[in-house]
């Protein structure tokens, strides 16, 4: 900086009329209190209950294309993650595993902490550049890529609130300074302290809780694990009864002669399933990441893909008989949104009927 324009900073900021905080300016006597709309222009953080949100308005539709540029780099396209970046999607129902997932859709419970977030520190290394419009677009395609909204949802300050995060229960108030301290501060009790002692509950698994000796508790323990075995069996007998129309389809979705049969057909095949790993796995270790498992695809009626969240649609396709064969597959992925509207895989698809019976060649030999 040039000493003509250092000098000219200097005189600035002395004729500038010094504000403080309430506790500075009280104890230190700098400069005044700050005013209130002056407390307001720097306080930009957004609160759970909504307080500070601007007016705006972002679509999935949008935030789809806005992540691309700005975020899918770290995020990956589908908020999966890249390489050790954080992931932004999946994870549900992994918070009490050894590694847990930690992501928007299993662990935070506040959307204002991922809107705040994304819109003061994102993206990585150009931060605040985002508008209040992209950064709600952006807040919605990650709530999409978490299965929490539709494809067609539009989050704005309105509907803000509506939206139900997962974990939104799962963290305590730290109220230890009113429970604990107080408690624990006590003079401990060193006789006397118990009057009468009574056994208030019992152990499910029979004769670990004493009883008085006439057999009640285990003759009714007995009687409740009859009944539960009953209703277990009885809840899962409508399971093992699939529509007609979706077992006969099943019975003709393999081809008449293996895919896999083709070493170059798998060889390309796996090239193209290079579009498709980054959502789905296939194989002995195969596990359900952004989208299901492929093994087994052939034959399987759609959307029951065990321990997968399906959306709505794909789940209703199943249930009115939708199987997937060699011909249904090949169809699905030339346009997935058109094929089954409002499904929630984002890829545009394979326009290429080779490119399909090449990856079909590559999952059934891995498996699927």
Known sequence: ???????????????????????????????????????????????????NLPEGSGSVADGEKIFADNCAACHGDFA?????????????????NK???????????YLSTVWDYAHRSMPFGNAQTLTVDETYAIVAYILYSNYLVEDDFVLTKDN?????????????????????????????????????VQITKKATILDVTPNEGNGEDTAAADTATETDTAQADTAEAPAQDAPAAAEEAKAEAAPAESLSADPELVAAGEKVFKKCKACHQVGEDAKNRVGPVLNGLIGRQAGTADGFKYSSAMKQH??????????????????????????????????????VKAVLAYIESQGG
């Open 1 to 51: 900086m040039s000493k003509c324009r250092r000098n000219l900073l200097l005189a600035t900021l002395l004729a500038a009329p010094l504000v403080a905080t309430p506790a500075l300016a009280e104890k230190y006597g700098l400069g005044r209190e700050a005013l209130p709309e002056e407390i307001n222009a720097w306080t930009v953080e957004v609160f759970p209950d909504g307080k």
């Open 80 to 96: 999966e993650g890249v390489d050790n970046w954080p992931k932004l999607a999946g994870g549900d129902g992994t918070l009490a």
């Open 99 to 109: 590694d847990p997932v930690k992501t928007v859709g299993s662990y935070w419970p």
């Open 160 to 196: 803000f609130l509506d939206v139900e995060m997962p974990n939104a229960d799962g963290f305590i108030v730290d109220n230890r300074d009113e429970v604990e301290v107080p408690k624990f501060s006590e003079a401990a009790c060193m006789s006397d302290c118990k009057t009468d």
């Open 318 to 355: 199943g249930e009115d008989g939708l199987v997937w064969t060699e011909q249904t597959v090949e169809e699905y992925l030339a346009d997935p949104k058109g094929y089954i509207p409002k499904n929630r895989m984002s890829f545009a698809g394979l326009k290429d009927p080779e490119d």
